[in-house]
Structures are given as C-alpha cells and as structure tokens.
C-alpha cells in the first residue's frame, strides 16, 4: 500500500516498506498511541541521535522511544522535549552539538521545565491549533505530506 510520497526526498514510501521489520512495526505502534504534540515531539527528539552520515536504525530507535517515555508523563515531557529539540538544532545549525548518546540533556531540560511548572495537556494544544507550540512542532505540522 502506497502511501505517497517522503516529504523530504520525494521517494515512494509503502506501508509495507516501514513495517518491514518487528521493530518498525513496534516503533510505529508506539507512535500511533501518542498524541499528536508528543509523538511529533519525541519523533524529533530521536533524530537527534541521528548522526550525520547515518540513519538510526529502527531496534536503536524503539529503545530511544521507549526509554524517553518511560522518563516522565506526556504533561511534563512533551514541553521537555520541545524545549530539548528547539535547544539543540539551533546549536547544531551552528555547528556546536554532536548527536545525542544518552538522555541527559533532555533530563536536565525536564527538570526546569518541572521546576517552572510547565505542563502540557493534549486539549491545551488542540483548542489552540497548535498556535503556540514551538517552533519544531510547527515545523512538523506544517509539513506537505502530498506529491
């Protein structure tokens, strides 16, 4: 089953092509039960491990996925992770920041934002349309998934 087109390098994307393995699949269905704002946020998160050269393959990626949440509840790791994610591409657009090799960083990002009561709920984001969320989820909504 076709599923369009990759938004970034316009190449055929099937379903079947990503539930190759039982790891795609487990990472897939680990998605799909989060919300919108979590599952965009922590799906950017995870390309932080992403080395330049290399993709993350789909084992390393369900161990990420499963060990960030794992961390916190949605309502203080979502902003956590939005925080971390908007952080960390400004200092590797500047050159600065290596790919991620544990969650430390996000721990200390998720400690202020607990610390400063930052919360999120899924309803919060919805009645608003996402008009305030951060810059990365912008970035991930705003993408045309069409041809």
């Known amino acids: 089953m076709q599923l369009g087109r990759c ?4 190449s055929r994307i099937s379903l079947e092509q990503l539930t190759q393995d039982e790891s795609g699949r487990e990472l897939l269905a680990t998605l799909a ?3 919108t704002a979590t599952g965009a ?4 998160y995870i390309g932080l491990f992403r080395s330049a050269s290399r993709d993350l393959a789909n084992d390393r990626a369900l161990k990420l996925v ?3 949440i794992a961390l916190e509840s949605p309502q203080w790791l979502t902003p956590a992770l939005q925080e971390t994610v908007d952080s960390l591409r400004d200092k590797r657009a500047q050159g600065d920041v290596q790919p991620l090799k544990n969650h430390n960083y996000l721990g200390k990002v998720l400690e202020g934002v607990i610390k400063r009561g930052i919360a999120y709920t899924p309803a919060q984001e919805k009645a608003r349309g996402y008009s305030s969320a951060s810059a990365t989820i912008q970035r991930l909504t705003d993408t045309s998934w069409g041809d």
Not at 7 to 10: D, E, F, L, Q, S
């Open 7 to 10: 938004p970034v390098c316009h």
């Open 33 to 35: 039960t989060l919300d």
């Open 41 to 44: 946020a922590l799906v950017a």
């Open 66 to 68: 499963r060990e960030t």
